[in-house]
């Protein structure tokens, strides 16, 4: 009997049990469009995380200051003390200093209540300066951004994000209007575009006025020069590894420590929360596609089981086709025909359905499921070797059969 003559013979033979062929096959099938379908989670899950860590800045670093400890001993954790000053900002823009960070944008953070009318609204005020829309990455939808001599004469400018400005005035139009923050009068000059949240922070949230109107009209105090953070932005993405260096030398230089654990700062990168973030995506993606893999299981079995079925049901065809010389590879290569062809339909129909929900379900979800050629190549090919792995044990079963005992079964 031919290659050809088999496949027919076995696809024959599948189609004279619809029924029972079709749910043997649905357990290959649910597992495949489950694979798929969890590997496109995972995959659009890492670029999500990467896009959010993205909109942070090109090529940022970000400097956090150590923890505080209080007269009882209780310890902050890091980002409560105030280690970082703009004194340290200024020295990490000197091109002499650090040659690789091509912008420093410094930061100093509160949480305000802002006035417009009869309006009130609660948000981040950030005080900072005209390096802070490149080293975020941020643009403005309208009117313009703090300016240098903002700076400078520590004018009561700001400039809103857009929900902010939306609360406010309802609408963000809202350039030329006037908001009070802390008493003080503020005259909104731009609005950022929307930048959507990262992980902790509504990216549209926020009124950005110049550091030095924060901390002299608005914060004060005794650290009126310390900073909450300290954005770095790179020359490129080449040099990320260089300015990192330069940056953590010159602060420990500036704080005057000698050994870098003893650091009262904390620098920290995109690759490195992008790293982290992968590495959890992974983890999660590979757990919850083992899950997966186990209906893949029950189905090799239920291929297994009909296939038994198969011989048993068969076993005076199979004694007939030995008498007449049929040599017991030919019986084997019969029933693992079968067998993969099972396994076949099963994979190609779960990765139809694995791509028709992977279509249809970012819609319903709100999330985003990458289909990923390999994932499915590799779930077809999984899916035949399914059918093959589970259908030699019937298939040989068949192959020994004696002639004799098989023409006398009823």
Same mark, same amino acid.
């Given at each position: 009997?031919?290659?050809?003559?088999?496949?027919?013979?076995?696809?024959?033979?599948?189609?004279?049990?619809?029924?029972?062929?079709?749910?043997?096959?649905?357990?290959?099938?649910?597992?495949?469009?489950?694979?798929?379908?969890?590997?496109?989670?995972?995959?659009?899950? =890492?670029?999500?995380?990467?896009?959010?860590?993205?909109?942070?800045?090109?090529?940022?670093?970000?400097?956090?200051?150590?923890?505080?400890?209080?007269?009882?001993?209780?310890?902050?954790?890091?980002?409560?003390?105030?280690?970082?000053?703009? /004194?340290?900002?200024? $020295?990490?823009?000197?091109?002499?200093?650090?040659?690789?960070?091509?912008?420093?944008?410094?930061?100093?953070?509160?949480? =305000?209540?802002?006035?417009?009318?009869? #309006? *009130?609204?609660?948000?981040?005020?950030?005080?900072?300066?005209?390096?802070?829309?490149?080293?975020? $990455?941020?643009?403005?939808?309208?009117?313009?951004?703090?300016?240098?001599?903002?700076? $400078?004469?520590? #004018?009561?400018?700001?400039?809103?994000?857009?929900?902010?400005?939306?609360?406010?005035?309802?609408?963000?139009?809202?350039?030329?209007?006037?908001?009070?923050?802390? *008493?003080?009068?503020?005259?909104?000059?731009?609005?950022?575009?929307?930048?959507?949240? !990262? #992980?902790?922070?509504?990216? /549209?949230?926020?009124?950005?006025?110049?550091?030095?109107?924060?901390?002299?009209?608005?914060?004060?105090?005794?650290?009126?020069?310390?900073?909450?953070?300290?954005?770095?932005?790179?020359?490129?993405? !080449?040099?990320?590894?260089?300015?990192?260096?330069?940056?953590?030398?010159?602060?420990?230089?500036?704080?005057?420590?000698?050994?870098?654990?003893?650091?009262?700062?904390?620098?920290?990168? =995109?690759?490195?929360?992008? $790293?982290?973030?992968?590495?959890?995506?992974?983890?999660?993606?590979?757990?919850?596609?083992?899950?997966?893999?186990?209906?893949?299981?029950?189905?090799?079995?239920?291929?297994? *089981?009909?296939?038994?079925?198969?011989?048993?049901?068969?076993?005076?065809?199979?004694?007939?086709?030995?008498?007449?010389?049929?040599?017991?590879?030919?019986?084997?290569? =019969?029933?693992?025909?079968?067998?993969?062809?099972?396994?076949?339909?099963?994979?190609?129909?779960?990765?139809?359905?694995?791509?028709?929900?992977?279509?249809?379900?970012?819609?319903?979800?709100?999330?985003?499921?990458?289909?990923?050629?390999?994932?499915?190549?590799?779930?077809?090919?999984?899916?035949?070797?399914?059918?093959?792995?589970?259908?030699?044990?019937?298939?040989?079963?068949? #192959?020994?059969?004696?002639?004799?005992?098989?023409?006398?079964?009823?």
């Amino acid at each position: 009997m031919t290659w050809w003559e088999t496949i027919r013979t076995g696809w024959d033979a599948i189609r004279g049990h619809r029924l029972r062929s079709g749910l043997t096959m649905l357990g290959i099938l649910i597992g495949i469009a489950a694979v798929v379908l969890t590997v496109g989670l995972g995959l659009g899950s =890492q670029q999500e995380v990467g896009a959010r860590i993205s909109s942070l800045g090109s090529n940022l670093l970000i400097v956090t200051p150590g923890s505080s400890t209080t007269t009882a001993g209780v310890r902050g954790g890091f980002g409560t003390a105030s280690t970082l000053t703009t /004194d340290d900002a200024d $020295a990490l823009a000197s091109p002499v200093a650090a040659p690789d960070i091509a912008a420093v944008a410094p930061i100093k953070s509160s949480s =305000q209540a802002l006035t417009a009318g009869s #309006a *009130n609204w609660t948000t981040s005020v950030v005080g900072t300066d005209s390096s802070w829309l490149d080293v975020r $990455a941020r643009s403005l939808s309208d009117g313009r951004f703090i300016s240098t001599a903002d700076v $400078a004469d520590s #004018a009561a400018v700001t400039v809103l994000g857009s929900e902010t400005a939306t609360e406010l005035f309802g609408s963000p139009d809202a350039v030329g209007r006037i908001v009070t923050i802390n *008493n003080v009068e503020f005259t909104v000059v731009g609005v950022l575009a929307s930048a959507g949240s !990262d #992980a902790s922070t509504n990216l /549209d949230d926020q009124a950005v006025v110049p550091i030095s109107t924060a901390s002299n009209r608005l914060v004060g105090g005794a650290t009126r020069n310390a900073v909450s953070t300290i954005y770095i932005q790179a020359a490129s993405p !080449d040099v990320l590894s260089a300015a990192y260096q330069e940056a953590d030398a010159l602060l420990l230089n500036l704080h005057h420590i000698a050994t870098p654990t003893s650091a009262d700062f904390t620098i920290s990168s =995109q690759q490195t929360l992008l $790293a982290t973030a992968t590495s959890v995506s992974r983890t999660l993606t590979i757990l919850l596609t083992g899950i997966a893999a186990l209906s893949l299981l029950v189905g090799g079995i239920g291929v297994m *089981n009909i296939m038994l079925v198969s011989v048993t049901e068969r076993t005076r065809e199979i004694g007939l086709r030995k008498a007449l010389g049929a040599p017991p590879a030919a019986i084997r290569r =019969q029933f693992l025909v079968e067998a993969t062809v099972l396994g076949l339909a099963g994979g190609v129909l779960g990765a139809v359905l694995g791509i028709g929900c992977a279509l249809l379900l970012p819609g319903l979800l709100g999330t985003t499921i990458v289909v990923s050629p390999a994932a499915v190549i590799g779930s077809i090919a999984i899916a035949m070797a399914i059918g093959v792995i589970f259908g030699v044990y019937p298939a040989t079963r068949a #192959a020994r059969m004696a002639p004799i005992d098989a023409l006398r079964s009823e």
